[in-house]
């Protein structure tokens, strides 16, 4: 069974027992979190598409780590004009660990 869920703004196929990681959630780790917001929850040929999301269904997952991703180097340069500038920026992300799908 697998199922198409929204969090922070980009969709994720998830299955069971997959480990995804996605933008930051203000939760410990070690607890588990519900997600409501599912799209479409399929099985074999059996699809469930929602309107925009599947009544009654639901994916639970686990928090294994909050972390950060890798470092994104930024540069503008200015040709002819004695200037450049460098920045970088890394991402706080949440990884978690799918423990169950269910839909109604």
Known sequence: MYAVIVTGGKQYR???G??????????V???DIDFDNVLMVGEGDTVQ????Y???????ANVVAQTR????RIMKF???????KCTGHRQYLTQIEITGISAA
């Open 14 to 16: 998830v299955a069971q």
């Open 18 to 27: 997959d480990s995804i990681f996605v933008e930051k959630l203000d939760v």
């Open 29 to 31: 780790e070690g607890a």
């Open 49 to 52: 598409i929602g309107a925009p």
């Open 54 to 60: 599947v009544a009654g269904a639901k994916v639970t």
């Open 69 to 72: 991703g890798v470092k994104v």
């Open 78 to 84: 200015r040709r002819r004009k004695h200037h450049q």
